[in-house]
């Protein structure tokens, strides 16, 4: 039973034009949601999260957005760059402390 | 960010054997250390999460006689993969949070184990 998907497993974007990446999740009970990026052979870098009572954030280039009633979320990364290539987890965490992560989308930006 | 060291990196064993790899978190205390685990391609699948004195929580599926957890202190956690089969070998990746709600987890490098 997978509780956070991603179902789109890559994604090619022209650099300079927005990425968006998107994750569904089933578990309402779910409150906290995270972005991670990931090189291969590397553990996860944090980039972004956002809290259930909000439904936007932004930091620099990446904007994170929440549809609660839809359990969707989205990672808009905007000028998309070459150096942003990599594979990225959604994750949610609720009051259990675990977190869940999704399945991952393989971004490349093309030059 | 936090830092947090996982280590080996990369580690080649035989069959039967034990490996035991390390999940420290460098500059905060950890009160709760996941260990996951990747199968090429695949996502980050949970394998228990340790809570700082007590026992690990282990999710379905996961052997606990297989795969020991001991969380000693606020910063180390260790994993050791048991009589280790070729079907262990994965990549192995430890993260650690504060323990506070909402907060992000950190990641250790991940661990490269193969089996042979």
């Known amino acids: 039973d997978q509780q956070v998907k991603q179902n789109s497993p890559s994604l090619s974007v022209q650099e300079g034009r927005i990425s968006i990446l998107n994750c569904d999740y089933t578990?309402?009970?779910?409150?906290?949601f995270l972005w991670y990026k990931k090189y291969p052979a590397e553990g996860p870098t944090f980039l972004i999260s956002?809290?259930?009572?909000?439904d936007k954030n932004e930091d620099g280039r990446f904007t994170v957005f929440l549809n609660k009633s839809a359990k969707h979320l989205s990672l808009h990364i905007v000028p998309s760059q070459p150096g942003d290539s990599a594979v990225y987890f959604c994750?949610?965490?609720?009051?259990?402390?675990?977190?869940?992560f999704g399945t991952g989308t393989r971004l490349k930006v093309l030059a | 960010g936090a830092v947090v060291s996982q280590h080996p990196s990369r580690v080649i064993c035989k069959s039967g054997t034990s490996v035991k790899i390390e999940c420290r978190s460098l500059?905060?205390?950890?009160?709760?250390m996941f260990w996951y685990r990747q199968f090429p391609k695949q996502s980050l699948m949970l394998m228990a999460t340790?809570?700082?004195?007590?026992?690990?929580?282990?999710e379905q599926g996961v052997e606990k006689d297989k795969f020991l957890i001991n969380h000693a202190s606020l910063t180390l956690s260790t994993l050791t993969v048991t009589s280790a089969h070729p079907e262990d070998s994965s990549f192995y990746i430890c993260?650690?949070?504060?323990?506070?709600?909402?907060?992000?987890?950190?990641f250790g490098q991940g661990t490269r184990l193969t089996v042979v």
């Open positions: 956002i809290s259930s009572i909000k």
């Open positions: 993260s650690a949070s504060k323990g506070s709600m909402n907060t992000e987890a950190f």
């Open positions: 994750a949610a965490t609720g009051t259990a402390y675990k977190y869940i």
């Open positions: 578990n309402s009970m779910f409150d906290y």
């Open positions: 500059d905060f205390q950890a009160t709760t």
């Open positions: 340790s809570n700082e004195g007590s026992k690990a929580t282990y």
